[in-house]
């Protein structure tokens, strides 16, 4: 059964760094793609980032493109979000999403819709 973690969420002043992990105790796919998504206060869920399963292809929401990366390390099932230059736009409950790929696939989604397991979140606030 997959279970996300995530963690490393927390308080952080404007130009600080964070770096979140997500990690799949479940290890029930072969290959996964990995993505993270955040949510506002009063605002929807949006994507922010997602890696395939190679880690060869990566792709982000233009607000974050040069200050977020995101990583995995396969035999630790864990992926990550390094946070570097943090705004106060940033604060949001972040959350990583799984999606199980074929045994040939390195794609990678940027839907929410396309994703099946969710974790439960963790929460990022970025003060001024």
């Known amino acids: 059964q997959v279970q996300l973690v995530e963690s490393g969420g927390g308080l952080v002043q404007a130009g600080g760094s964070l770096r979140l992990s997500c990690a799949d105790s479940g290890r029930t796919f072969t290959r996964t793609a990995m993505g993270w998504f955040r949510q506002a206060p009063g605002k929807e869920r949006e994507f922010v980032a997602v890696?395939?399963?190679?880690?060869?292809?990566?792709y982000y929401t233009d607000s974050v493109k040069g200050r977020f990366a995101i990583s995995r390390d396969n035999a630790k099932n864990t992926v990550y979000l390094q946070m570097n230059s943090l705004k106060p736009e940033d604060t949001a409950v972040y959350f990583c999403?799984?999606?199980?790929?074929?045994?040939?696939?390195?794609?990678?989604?940027?839907?929410?819709?396309?994703?099946?397991?969710w974790g439960q979140g963790t929460q990022v606030t970025v003060s001024s």
């Open positions: 890696i395939s399963w190679s880690g060869g292809s990566t």
């Open positions: 999403a799984l999606k199980p790929v074929g045994f040939f696939s390195d794609r990678i989604y940027s839907s929410e819709t396309e994703y099946n397991y």
